[in-house]
């Protein structure tokens, strides 16, 4: 028997894995209906149909464009076309809203096929939301976007849709475009005459289908139960004979050019020394340690051995076993990464315990004998890694400004999780930030820093507030972009795009819950991008996952049509065809340098996690983490 218009036959669909992102420039979804390959062709007969034509003057032909409050738009014109693009609202997504004329087809169970001309700028994906027998906002597979330039077709099968105006305004579906906006010149939609029993194909000519969500499986699993032996590895004198690169390293010519003579004195005056122990099984993980001294050795009988960093196995009571990353003294660092470079896709995982890199406890930044997670006493300064020549002076170290107070530059960090372009080692706070893909990290700026512009974000309400009123212990979550990896976008449910500039946190952490309550955190690459994840009890907003994914080559900040890469992203050589190669030059008081080849086509750079506290002239404290895992995507 045919179906009529008003009463097809429901289509069940495969579904995938569900994915919920709270704001990001990407959002990824798996869903019942898909976007479909533009080698389809129509198996079943086309029935009534309703489209538009976009512009200034709406062409409409039993379908309307309907503006909202999170769908507003406005027209353009765009590679000589008509056209109406999302404009931002107070909404965080962008969306388009179309209602169906009743005619059409209204409240059944229809087999519907959409296409949409949409013009392919950025990065970015959308999708529709669609109107449907479970849900008046199903979801369609995501398109995603190449920054051609051009225009292109994207066809979706809409195998369940109910078209009852029970979405915004009344409308039947809607595309969402994230916080990146999309821009249409056309939208058809088609409900399929389906007399065969055939879930019928839907024609389209250029679409740019989001890949199957990744589905993991386990590799590696660290608990902890067994004890690190670092004590059986050596304390190394790093010569810096094999620097990570000769600019900004801890021996780097940076410092030369700002410093000039002073920056060698300095560090004829020091000694750093390393320490890695390859643990867990297979040796798939390294802990890896940075000390340093002025003068004197670095063994079993060293007077300041309670000084050094450490990574030790523990038990923790209602936790059981646990590693605790322990920096005593700002001059060391102690972090856990992977000893092999990561597979090209993949999910790293673990469980934070406790943390004490400073903040706020029991209303206070001084507690325990310390001062925002830093010791008293002695001086505690950024020397000799400065860019002043008047801030260092190699005969008094203590004039150099100080990590604890200065107004400044003082603050204590952690790093929660971080991607690194070469296999980690603690260095100085500046070779890091030269070198990082994303993080995920704790920043407490003491109160004689300025801190205006610093927020925390309310996911529940959308609102943010004051980093001034916070517990100092938040969650920043963040993409290095560019062609030299300086330029930082922070995350957070709060802003309409990524934002650059000063710290935006995405949510605050509750350190007097833990370990009772603890946190988790993952970062995970697949073919959308690197995708930053958070979950745990949080102030304000409790129990919440926090998930943002950022392709590899992306708008910048919102930045439609910019095409900006998250640095380094390629960890094989075809991925990537150089065109983000350059050059940089430093200029100092003492000269100018060069470097060619930042970025050249033929180079990789694996990927590397870091957790721990990583630099060696800032930051004090020690946390306990647990369950680090390896996923890999199944065959």
Same mark, same amino acid.
């Given at each position: ?220 699993? /660290? *608990?902890?139960? +067994?004890?690190? $032996?670092? @004590?059986?590895?050596?304390?190394? =004198? #790093? ?100 000893? /092999? *470079?990561?597979? +090209?896709?993949? $999910?790293? @995982?673990?469980?934070?315990?406790? =943390? #004490? ?279």
């Amino acid at each position: 028997m045919r179906a009529t218009t008003r009463n097809h036959r429901r289509r069940s669909a495969v579904t995938a894995l569900s994915v919920v992102t709270l704001g990001a420039s990407l959002l990824l979804a798996a869903t019942p209906a898909a976007a479909i390959p533009a080698a389809a062709t129509s198996a079943a007969a086309d029935g009534p149909s309703a489209s538009i034509i976009l512009g200034e003057v709406n062409e409409e032909n039993g379908l309307r464009q309907i503006e909202e409050g999170d769908g507003t738009t406005a027209p353009v014109t765009v590679g000589g076309r008509s056209a109406r693009k999302t404009v931002q609202t107070s909404a965080p997504a962008q969306h388009m809203y179309f209602q169906v004329d009743d005619a059409v087809a209204f409240d059944g169970a229809f087999v519907a096929c959409l296409q949409v001309e949409y013009f392919d700028e950025g990065g970015a994906t959308f999708r529709v939301q669609y109107d449907s027998t479970s849900s008046a906002y199903g979801s369609t597979g995501s398109v995603n976007r190449t920054g051609s330039n051009t225009w292109k077709t994207a066809g979706f099968e809409l195998m369940d849709a109910r078209f009852a105006n029970r979405e915004n305004g009344g409308a039947d579906f809607r595309v969402e475009a994230g916080t990146a906006g999309v821009t249409f010149h056309s939208v058809k939609l088609t409900i399929i005459q389906d007399d065969d029993g055939v879930t019928p194909p839907c024609a389209a000519a250029d679409p740019e289908p989001e890949p199957v969500p990744t589905r993991w499986r386990l590799k590696y699993d /660290e *608990p902890f139960e +067994k004890r690190i $032996r670092t @004590e059986a590895s050596p304390w190394v =004198l #790093d010569d810096y004979s094999e620097p990570v690169d000769d600019f900004n390293d801890d021996n780097g010519d940076l410092y030369r050019l700002q410093l000039g003579p002073k920056f060698d004195a300095a560090m004829a005056t020091m000694r750093t020394y390393r320490q890695e122990t390859k643990f867990g099984r297979d040796g798939w993980l390294t802990a890896s340690l940075s000390t340093r001294e002025s003068g004197g050795r670095v063994d079993d009988s060293y007077t300041d051995a309670a000084e050094r960093p450490s990574i030790k196995t523990e038990k923790l009571e209602t936790a059981g076993a646990v590693a605790k990353i322990t920096v005593p003294h700002y001059t060391g660092g102690a972090i856990i990464r992977n000893t /092999e *470079p990561l597979p +090209k896709y993949y $999910r790293i @995982e673990y469980d934070l315990k406790t =943390l #004490d890199f400073g903040g706020l406890r029991n209303g206070s930044l001084f507690y325990d004998g310390k001062y925002n997670g830093y010791t008293l006493g002695e001086c505690k300064t950024f020397y000799p890694w400065v860019g002043d020549p008047n801030d260092i002076d190699p005969a008094d170290p203590c004039a150099t400004r100080s990590v604890r107070e200065d107004s400044n530059e003082a603050y204590n960090a952690f790093h929660f999780m971080s991607i690194l372009d070469f296999p980690a080692m603690p260095r100085n706070l500046a070779m890091y930030h030269w070198h990082r893909k994303v993080l995920m990290d704790q920043f407490s700026p003491a109160p004689s820093r300025n801190t205006d512009g610093y927020d925390v974000c309310n996911s529940l309400t959308g609102e943010k507030y004051p980093w001034d009123q916070s517990n100092r212990t938040t969650v920043n979550m963040l993409y290095f972009t560019g062609s030299l990896g300086q330029s930082q976008t922070f995350v957070t449910s709060c802003d309409r795009r990524p934002v650059s500039g000063v710290q935006k946190s995405a949510v605050e952490l509750q350190p007097e819950l833990m370990p009772h309550k603890d946190y988790a955190f993952a970062i995970e690459r697949t073919e959308a991008g690197y995708t930053l994840e958070v979950s745990g009890v949080f102030k304000n907003v409790g129990k919440q996952t926090y998930r943002f994914t950022r392709g590899f080559i992306d708008d910048d900040a919102g930045v439609v049509g910019a095409n900006v890469p998250i640095f380094h992203y390629n960890v094989d050589a075809e991925e990537y065809d150089g065109q983000f190669n350059t050059s940089h030059t430093a200029r100092g008081a003492f000269g100018s340098k060069t470097w060619d080849n930042q970025w050249p086509a033929g180079s990789a750079y694996p990927d590397y996690f870091v957790i721990g506290e990583p630099y060696t002239n800032v930051g004090e404290g020690q946390a306990r983490i647990d369950n680090i895992r390896l996923y890999v995507p199944k065959k």
